[in-house]
């Protein structure tokens, strides 16, 4: 988006503190010219105006599930020539299989009045930790062999990165000149994106060669509304990209346009949550099921829809993942308590009851990790954002209460007192969640939510930093680098770790390894060591299974008494002991004696996985 209120008014005070001072941008940029180094950047420079002009370079995102994969790509219109949406692939260079799609046009007035034609097409057929080869046809001619290599299905790396917005650093100084965003070769500040995304994608795919795919939450480029060819080509260009799969979101600056739609073949597209560049998707890929929703949108019931969908093609997937652009839960000065938000109060009950795990964001061009998150349980008012007036562009200074359709200013002047009081009831309004006690960068079968925000992979642009941290941010940073995270999927297990990339171009991590834990059973307790063992806090466990089959519930009575096929009644301990005493606990089940070994700590007994097997509870 564009510069907001708040930032403009602390740069317009500085610009009246410093009297002649010229007003500055609000922040930093990654300056490809210096972090390039000049050979590369000379010759990126050189060959900028052939790149901004190729239209067609071949764009690739996961299929349905992992033994597909998705082509798009775009073939000029010419004479006498029809468009050939065809892709010839196997393990074979010499004997590869044609599989053939769909091709429609591209609207001309997002391409100079020059006809194209978009190409989809999807591969399926393919298995783990193989070598294939392919090539496209663009109106019969068949393009050079591309190599494309799979990785293991069962556990997953995944690159996630958030708003490479090619295009966005206009109006930065460069070498003494500012940074144009005209139309092709002469957006300079897409040249100079381009480039930064691509440097980015080089590094992460250095220090992880094994990645399955990888996961944009959204702001491909940066053109909101208007043509922006050059900007794709620029994002497109990334040599990476020719071998690996993105799945993207749709962001605000990708939202308005058909564009987006013709140069992402998104598998399982819903009608759902749709803009002018398309709706929610969702996609299966090793253990975890990844839903994508179009949040530039904000009809939750449309989105709720998507998620009982995707659920349904995939019901007992072990991760539950799903992409929005708007970052809910963030921590950037620009949008985390302001148009980030809107979709709060309804989208966090529909995530607990849909058992999600994760949820990824960008939107705020700033790093935040919260903790683990879940509803109040209250009753909440439901807003929205709207275009403005033109319909050109998101209306940045307001949100709407959809029940009564009232506007509520996002930034109220000074001395409106009833905006500020709506703004105030919508900014309580949104204190709709619950913080779960947890301890630690490990936790086991949480009941709240992860979500995390993505900075922006290509340093185009940078915001500052919310000044008071909120209370659900675990982590969160603002250097003013390029950053992505990698993300480690398996049946049991996902971890996240995340990257700047500083001006020499080393990886640095900017937070601890965060990693969620699920068990067979679905139990989320404390534990303790002793003696090479893992004990288990007892009451815990009886909380976490209550309900189930193997429920049972837990007292005291003159000593530790359960009943096995009973709900637990009592509370759930907070905090996590660094240690405790060894004991042997005597305690009653279901009316008889019964002995194991135990921990005692802080009031609480743990007990080994062994005890709890004897209870129908299997670790």
């Known amino acids: 988006m564009n510069v907001s209120k708040k930032v403009l008014a602390g740069v317009l005070t500085g610009s009246l503190l410093l009297s002649a001072a010229p007003m500055a941008l609000a922040s930093p940029y990654n300056d490809s010219s210096v972090t390039g180094g000049s050979e590369a950047w000379n010759a990126w420079v050189a060959q900028w105006e052939n790149v901004a002009a190729d239209y067609t370079k071949v764009s690739l995102t996961p299929g349905a599930d992992e033994t597909e994969l998705n082509f798009a790509w775009y073939s000029k219109v010419e004479d006498g020539k029809a468009a050939t949406p065809v892709v010839h692939f196997g393990t074979d260079k010499a004997n590869l299989q044609t599989f053939t799609g769909t091709a429609d046009a591209v609207d001309t007035s997002l391409t100079d009045g020059v006809a194209y034609q978009y190409n989809h097409v999807t591969v399926t057929g393919l298995q783990a930790n193989t070598t294939y080869y392919y090539t496209v046809e663009r ?56 480039f930064a995304w691509d440097r980015t994608l080089d590094i992460a795919t250095a220090q992880n060669p094994d990645l399955n795919f990888i996961i944009s939450a959204g702001d491909q480029v940066n053109k909101t509304g208007k043509a922006k060819e050059e900007e794709y080509a620029g994002y497109l260009s990334a040599s990476a990209l020719a071998g690996l799969p993105v799945a993207t979101t749709i962001g605000n600056h990708d939202s308005l346009n058909a564009d987006y739609m013709y140069h992402f073949n998104n598998p399982n597209a819903t009608a759902y949550g749709e803009t002018e560049a398309g709706g929610d998707y969702y996609y299966s890929y090793g253990a975890g ?38 970052d809910i839960y963030g921590s950037g000065l620009d949008h985390s308590d302001t ?11 529909i995530f607990d009851e849909y058992d999600i795990d994760v949820v990824l964001q960008g939107h705020d061009h700033t790093y935040s ?25 998101y209306d940045w200074d307001n949100a709407y209460n959809t029940q009564t359709d009232e506007k509520i200013p996002l930034y109220p002047e000074e001395g409106d007192t009833t905006g500020t009081a709506a703004h105030d009831a919508f900014q309580a309004d949104n204190g709709c969640y619950t913080i779960e006690s947890t301890s630690g960068n490990t936790v086991t079968n949480p009941k709240g939510i992860l979500y995390m925000t993505a900075n922006s992979a290509s340093g185009s642009k940078f915001y500052e930093l919310i000044a008071a941290q909120q209370d659900y941010v675990a982590e969160r940073s603002q250097n003013w680098l390029p950053s992505y995270s990698v993300i480690s999927l398996s049946e049991d297990a996902f971890t996240i770790d995340t990257y700047q990339i500083t001006d020499d171009g080393k990886a640095e991590k900017i937070d601890e390894t965060f990693t969620i834990r699920k068990t067979a059973d679905g139990v989320s307790a404390a534990t303790v060591q002793a003696d090479g063992q893992t004990y288990y806090r007892l009451r815990d466990v009886a909380a976490s299974v209550s309900g189930g089959e193997n429920q049972f519930d837990v007292q005291w009575n003159g000593g ?22 060894a004991a042997s606990l005597n305690l009653t089940v279901d009316g008889k004696a019964v002995s194991t070994n135990a921990v005692l700590a802080e009031g609480n007994y743990y007990v080994p996985a062994s005890f709890l097997a004897t209870l129908g509870v299997n670790l």
């Open 289 to 326: 099921l990844f839903i994508v929703l179009n949040t530039n949108n904000y009809n939750v019931a449309e989105h709720e829809k998507a998620i009982q969908e995707a659920i349904a093609s995939d019901p007992d997937a072990k991760w539950r993942i799903v992409t929005i652009h708007q």
């Open 369 to 393: 990790r919260t903790k683990l998150l879940y509803g109040d349980g209250q009753t909440h008012g439901t807003y929205e954002f709207r275009l403005n007036a033109e319909g050109t562009d």
């Open 339 to 349: 148009d980030g938000m809107i979709l709060r109060t309804q989208l966090t009950p």
């Open 139 to 194: 109106n019969g001619v068949q393009s050079d062999v591309v190599t494309y290599q799979t990785q293991d299905f069962s556990t997953l790396k995944i690159l996630y990165v958030g708003d490479p917005q090619v295009g966005a650093s206009k109006g930065q100084i460069q070498n003494g000149e500012t940074l144009t965003a005209d139309s092709g070769a002469a957006n300079l500040a897409a040249r100079n994106d381009a």
């Open 560 to 581: 530790v008494v359960i009943n096995t096929g009973k709900a637990y009644t009592g509370s759930v301990p907070t905090g996590t002991p660094a240690a405790g005493a």
